[in-house]
């Protein structure tokens, strides 16, 4: 600043354009360029900038949205393959009787959060099969005492050397059942509603009543915590067969109503635990 | 410059002076010139930038084009609070209406009324804007960004039993703990999925939907798609839609597996463009946007898929769970700017 008032004072131009050209050609060479090209860069950010801010603008818009949360209860097949692998055939009734129970494992996650949850077990009764539900352990080598061997199809394809799991019986769950009759028709009668005191007792007496072994057995396992020690929840499902249901009392329809029918309609579901 | 460093040793002072008289007077002039276009230019810039209003007021845009909402619609339900917080300035609300929205649209009444709860799997539908040229034509550039966000309520003033004053933080993805959201911000590119056409046929009482041109994301989870609009001052409805597929075998062949679904996309170039190829190199590209469980190194091709649909098919559903666990709401950014248009028309 100094150097400009002097400046003004020799020079005793008024003209502010003349004051600047004097300081310009005051300054050294080496000062002129270094002014022109901070004059030059100004006026590139001058330029730039709205320029800048143009391009960006353009025309923007913003939608929003939520995302639903999913029911986080996963019920999957053994090693937590897809569902789709959980297989019930090749139940072999000649191995049953001999003291062979059909095991299959399944898995549950109840993910990140861990909710609490509890296991439903809904079948027909056309073959008098007994279910149970155990839990699991998995383990990559042969255990003593009982297990189930799974051959994890998926890692099979994806080329893995190690694919087959064994599981280890642990404690049963256990299920109660929540249409039985259980005091007219063993286990294997049904209420029409729970408590309502009716019961389907017959095979097709009049049109609306369904044939009695295709109305559902609806069992439920109580509040169910996760296995801390490991991913996935592993269960195992036993089914094994009761040689004397015929002659149990009440079951007269199963030797009388042409019981030839061979199939069962298995429901298995995680439900989220909304009890007590 | 050469000129100037002449001045070194001058051979006829005058001359030089002279010299140095018009460069001022240009230089002078040059930066007048520059203050009233920089003003101008902000003025303009700040005239588009009210985008306050509703309905077919709201518009922003460059000078060649607006962007303005359908008519009678309005903000989605989800707005307050949660969009606020996260809202661009200069960006305008995309608005909604009952038949064009996000499942964002119906506000909850009572617990039999509970209005719209957003996105999931097996949903679609439509967005929609007007594109009013300011010329006779104008190519456009459409850039789709989608950015998932967790919705988190912070206990700011220390008072566990009182969440009314908890504040919220909305944590966009890619700002997760650990890298958490990585894998889910990759997937909504690959399951929530963007076209710019869908026809529907009915026939002998049952109904095929057919998708067409998808916008598919590219490397950096943008996706594209540019178009020329046409008649000057006249509102062209621009329609996007979107589809969060149920599985995967909606838009990739699995018949080799048994799987009976017919894709939604076909390979016969309607309008120009094979859908079906367009999305599965897309998926043989970036597999990390379709399935949980993959890396963007690993080699997949579509044939394999087909081939063994019940591992693949099940890392989308578990893409789907992840989505669903790690993102509570979904930001969808649209930038228009001018550019070069190679798509089709409307």
Known sequence: ?276 | MKKLNSGQSPPNNELIRKRRNSLFKIGVVMILAFIVWVFSSVAWFTMNKNVGGSGMGVKVGGQNFEVTMLSGSRDGIFKNPYHIAVHEEEALYWQMTSTNNLINYNEYVDDDHPGDEGLHPNTEGVISFNVIPKKDSVDLKFDFELIGYQALYNDVNNTPTDHTDDELAMTPLSQLDGGDGTTAQNLLNGHILFFEHRDEVTENGVTTVTYSTPICSDEDMHRIMTRTVTGKNTATPINIYWVWPNTLSTFVNASASGVTTIPFCHDDDSYGCDSYTAITDNIEHFPQYYLKGISPDDTVDVGTIGEHYISYGDMYDQGDNEIGMRVHYLLIKLSVTEGTAVGGGP
């Open chain 1, 1 to 276: 600043m100094n150097e400009l008032q002097n400046e003004t004072k020799d020079i005793k131009e008024s003209n502010v354009l003349k004051r600047l050209k004097n300081m310009f050609s005051k300054l050294s060479t080496a000062k002129k360029v270094q002014a022109i090209i901070a004059s030059v860069f100004t006026l590139i950010l001058m330029i730039a900038l709205p320029v800048y801010a143009w391009f960006a603008l353009g025309g923007k818009l913003e939608a929003f949205t939520k995302i639903e949360e999913p029911n986080n209860l996963d019920i999957r097949a053994g090693h937590y393959d897809a569902v789709q692998y959980f297989s019930l055939n090749d139940i072999d009734i000649e191995s049953i009787q001999s003291g062979t129970p059909h095991r299959v494992v399944f898995s549950v996650s109840a993910g990140d959060y861990k909710i609490p949850y509890q296991i439903q077990l809904a079948h027909t009764t056309n073959i008098p099969f007994i279910y149970k539900i155990y839990r699991a352990k998995e383990h990559t080598s042969v255990q003593g005492g009982q297990y189930v061997t799974y051959i994890s199809e998926p890692l099979k394809v994806q080329g893995e050397s190690t694919y087959t799991f064994y599981y280890t019986l642990e404690n049963q769950i256990p299920l109660t059942s929540k249409n039985s009759d259980q005091n007219s028709r063993s286990n294997y009668g049904r209420q029409i509603a729970l408590g309502s005191g009716s019961y389907y007792n017959d095979t097709y007496d009049y049109d609306d009543d369904p044939e009695i072994y295709a109305v559902p057995i609806y069992e439920q396992s109580g509040r169910i915590t996760y296995d801390s020690t490991s991913d996935h929840d592993y269960y195992i499902l036993e089914i094994s067969f009761d040689e004397t249901a015929a002659e149990k009392e009440g079951f007269s329809e199963w030797n009388t109503a042409d019981n030839k029918k061979e199939t069962d309609m298995i429901y298995l579901t995680a439900s989220r635990w909304s009890g007590n």
